[in-house]
Structure formats: structure tokens, C-alpha cells
């Protein structure tokens, strides 16, 4: 496998990440109450450090310093899902997003655990424990929303069905899938995808909360190769205004 | 001056977490490895969370610690060869945390499969586990937040992870 091909990867993970992480600081002093309020600033901490951790192995195979990655790239330079840079919205789209989202990236990191790579290895045997954590609080979450009363549930099937197709983006294939699967880096992201549905479903079933048949939703593809919705560039913006005022300032 | 490995884990035993100043990095299990080479002094170092901010605090305390004590020429490396858990957590450290009013994690030997491992966390004030889990996160990413039903209080836990 090519050094190419790990670089992939690698700023993938990273972009969902920091994109992520960014959504959910939103949430901060915004909280419907005061637990999700710390959870989501909690998860946000986490996702921006994770990404680093990624940013900084992308260093080390010769890309440039995490922060130059982080807030001087433009939209089309991420390769982020478009799932993780849609706006906030309301909470039920944040929690139906972030149970999406870090079902797959739990999935995600328990294959890479076994990458040959170790540096790679390393840095998801860390994170899974951690990203254990966001699940557990989306599952809690989404069952209990949906279970509340009608408007609970209403909202939170609109959000879940709003949201299906980007989060099938997750999954778009890499140019390099077929290296990664040789080099057995990880089993890819069709494997993710088919492991993600059962894991999905499972929690959703018991929220009470419906999965339409699969082969009628429609992927939203592009984010992985740098094409993505009109909300990734203002985003980006707000999140580089201080790095901005002075690139050259030591923090 | 030649040192010990023991020597070192005694010093570092100076050393507390910023954000927990009860335990000791030697107890918090975040120092996983100490090797002597004559003079030379290597330190490595695990984080807890990846995220944690206190991280790079830790690791330049550990610097000024050695320093202090004379030896200079020292590495202290911090990475992710060996995974933290809060199974390293010594039972002197868990002690301390449940003295500072932190209830200490559970062994879980890696088998964390849902929320109910912090479901009854044992209450630091009354030693009830009539409690209940309010938040998984909390003021700082290693703590849950939790309500004693025996005693009314409310409490924080070093998540088991």
C-alpha cells in the first residue's frame, strides 16, 4: 500500500473529526439542559483531540503542522462526510447525527485496533474506548426521545430520515479501497457499512423509530473527495477567525 | 549519578494530576514505563483521554520534577504504545480519589459494553450504591456525573474506560 493511500485514510478520519468536533461546540452554553450542554462540549473536546491525534501521524509522513492543515485548507480540501458539516439544527438532528455518526466511527476504530500499521493501531485501540462513550450516550438518548411522547418521536424519525442519506456518505468508497483491503489496513468501508446497518438497527428497533428499506435511500456521496454542501466554507471560516488575526502567533 | 528505576518512580510520585491534585501520575497509571542507560533517564508517558488538555501539563511537570531533583539529562516521551485504563489505577490512587470525593472506577477488564457500569457507582459520601447515572460526561472528560438517592448529594466518577 502506498503512502498515498494511508494519507487517505488518515485525513478522512481527521476531517470528520474536527468537522465534528465543531458542530457539537456548538452546542455549548446552547444545551437543552445542562447535562447534554457538558456532554456535547465533552464529545467536542474529545473529537478536536482526536482529530490532532490523526493531523499529527499525517505530519510525521511529511504533511504539514496540524493547525496549517486544520485552519488554512478550503472547503474542497476536506474530505470530511457531508453528514458532519451540516448545521446543528434542532437537537433531535444533532443526536440522530451523532448516533449515526459514532456508530460507524466505533466500528471504524475497532478494525483499525488490528491495522498492520502500527502508529495507526495505536491511536484507534486509544480512541475506541473513548468513542464507546459517545455511543453508549446517543443509544440512551435516542431511546429515550423516542419513546417520550408523539412530538418526540415524530421529530426524531424526521431527523433520522433526513439524515440517512448523508450518513450513508460515511461510506464512499476510497480510490484506495481495494489497496487497503489487499494490505489489510481494514476490511473497508462496505464492511463498516454492513456491520453499521445491523448495529444501527438494533438500537433504533427498540427506540421505536423506523429504518426504511436501504435500497430505497439514496447516498449522498462527494464529501470524501472534496465536494460538499454550502455549509462546510462559512464553518470553516468562523472556526479559523483567530487562527486568522495572527497565523504566526505562538498559543 | 546513576539512578534506579525506583529511584524515579519515587520522584515521580511528587508528581500530581493538575486537574485531580490527589493522585499521583505513578498512581493514575499514566507513567508506563521508566529505563535507565547509565545517566541517561527515560520517562514514557500514556494519556488518559487524548483530548485531555492536562496532557502537555503532565508531561512539563515531570520535566520539572526530574530537574529539580538534579538529573538532567532525561527524555520523557508521551505516547500511545501502551493504551491507559482506568484498571491501572492503583488501589492507593483509587483511595485518594474517593478521599477528594471522586468515586473510583470500576474494574472492568475491558468488557465496557454499555451505560450500566455506571449506573450504581458507589456514593464517595455514604458509601451507598443506591445512585444514579445523570450524565456520562462531566466537568472534565475522565468524570460521570451521579446523584446519591441515599443521601441526596450529588457526586462525580472517574469513568471507567
Not at chain 1, 451523532?98 to 495505536?122: G, K, N, T, W, Y
Request: aromatic residues 8%; negative net charge.
Amino acid at each position: 500500500m502506498t503512502e498515498e493511500a494511508l494519507k487517505d485514510l488518515l485525513y478522512k478520519i481527521a476531517d470528520d473529526q474536527l468537522i465534528l468536533g465543531h458542530r457539537n461546540s456548538e452546542w455549548t452554553g446552547m444545551g437543552p439542559l445542562l447535562e447534554e450542554d457538558i456532554a456535547f462540549s465533552s464529545m467536542a473536546q474529545d473529537k478536536v483531540g482526536q482529530s490532532l491525534a490523526f493531523y499529527t501521524l499525517l505530519q510525521e509522513l511529511g504533511e504539514q503542522e496540524p493547525d496549517i492543515v486544520a485552519f488554512t485548507r478550503n472547503a474542497e480540501q476536506f474530505h470530511n462526510c457531508q453528514l458532519v458539516e451540516l448545521p446543528s439544527g434542532e437537537y433531535d438532528f444533532s443526536l440522530i447525527r451523532h448516533f449515526l455518526f459514532d456508530h460507524s466511527e466505533l466500528i471504524r476504530f475497532q478494525m483499525l485496533a488490528e491495522c498492520p500499521v502500527e502508529e495507526v493501531a495505536q491511536v484507534a485501540r486509544k480512541l475506541k474506548g473513548e468513542v464507546k462513550y459517545h455511543v453508549m450516550h446517543a443509544n440512551t438518548w435516542v431511546k429515550q426521545l423516542a419513546s417520550a411522547n408523539d412530538e418526540a418521536n415524530t421529530r426524531m424519525q424526521k431527523s433520522l430520515d433526513y439524515a440517512l442519506p448523508y450518513a450513508l456518505g460515511i461510506f464512499e468508497a476510497s480510490k484506495f479501497e481495494n489497496d487497503f483491503i489487499e494490505a489489510g489496513i481494514y476490511p473497508g468501508e462496505k464492511a463498516i457499512e454492513t456491520k453499521w446497518k445491523e448495529n444501527i438497527a438494533l438500537v433504533l428497533e427498540e427506540a421505536g423509530l423506523k429504518l426504511p428499506n436501504w435500497s430505497e435511500i439514496k447516498p449522498v456521496y462527494g464529501g470524501r473527495y472534496g465536494k460538499h454542501t454550502k455549509h462546510l466554507q462559512p464553518l470553516l471560516t468562523e472556526m479559523s477567525e483567530v487562527f486568522n488575526v495572527d497565523p504566526t502567533a505562538d498559543w | 549519578m546513576i539512578h534506579t528505576k525506583e529511584d524515579i518512580l519515587s520522584l515521580l510520585k511528587e508528581v500530581k494530576d493538575p486537574e485531580i491534585p490527589v493522585i499521583s501520575l505513578v498512581d493514575l497509571g499514566v507513567i508506563t514505563g521508566i529505563e535507565i542507560d547509565k545517566e541517561h533517564v527515560t520517562v514514557n508517558m500514556t494519556p488518559t483521554f487524548i483530548g485531555c488538555p492536562a496532557m502537555d501539563y503532565m508531561k512539563s511537570d515531570v520535566v520539572e520534577v526530574l530537574n529539580k531533583h538534579g538529573i538532567t539529562d532525561h527524555t520523557v516521551n508521551l505516547n500511545l504504545k501502551t493504551t491507559w485504563s482506568s484498571d491501572l489505577i492503583s488501589t492507593e490512587g483509587k483511595q485518594a480519589l474517593k478521599k477528594f470525593g471522586l468515586a473510583p472506577p470500576p474494574v472492568h477488564n475491558n468488557m465496557i459494553e454499555d451505560l450500566d457500569i455506571l449506573e450504581h457507582a458507589e456514593c464517595p459520601n455514604c458509601d451507598s450504591t443506591e445512585t444514579t447515572l445523570k450524565s456520562p460526561f462531566g466537568p472534565t472528560l475522565c468524570r460521570s456525573l451521579h446523584h446519591c438517592n441515599n443521601c441526596g448529594e450529588a457526586f462525580e466518577s472517574f469513568k471507567p474506560i
